[in-house]
């Protein structure tokens, strides 16, 4: 709404400077006109960010895709994001030969958030010492003799 009014106040006034400087009617009109659309297409929406992404919608039978959304002047057009080829798959699986090493930096963080906890709460650290085993260790040892 806004722009309609600029456009026709701008083309009311390039006709009136027209008129004023002695040039017939017809001429003063057209040149209004022209000042009017010209102004009128270079006020448009430019689409300005950030702009909304609505999201695909399935209603039954009616299937819309993405689309992005302006809220300056209500403007709609889909967002293409069909892609012509499909991700490669680079890893898959586990590697077993990570685990020792998760395991120990897992442990560690667990020490280290242990002794900032205790250092917020403003005591004195408790002297706390990780055994480092240097394998896994056998079902038997961890029994009890019986």
Known sequence: MGRAITVALLGISGGGASLLAGESLWIGLAGACLIGIGLWKFTG???PR???LLPPVHDGSDQHGA????????A????DFQH?????MRFSGH???KAKDAARRAAMLEVRSRELAV?????????????RRTGPVPIQSGRAAG
Request: aromatic share 8%; net charge positive; with cysteine.
């Open 67 to 74: 689309h992005w959304f302006c809220a300056a002047c209500g």
């Open 50 to 52: 950030p702009l909304a």
């Open 45 to 47: 929406c430019s689409h």
């Open 84 to 88: 012509s080829s499909r991700p490669t």
């Open 119 to 131: 250092q917020r709460a403003g005591m004195d650290r408790p002297a706390i010492k990780m055994r």
């Open 95 to 97: 590697d077993e030969s």
């Open 76 to 79: 709609r057009w889909p967002a």
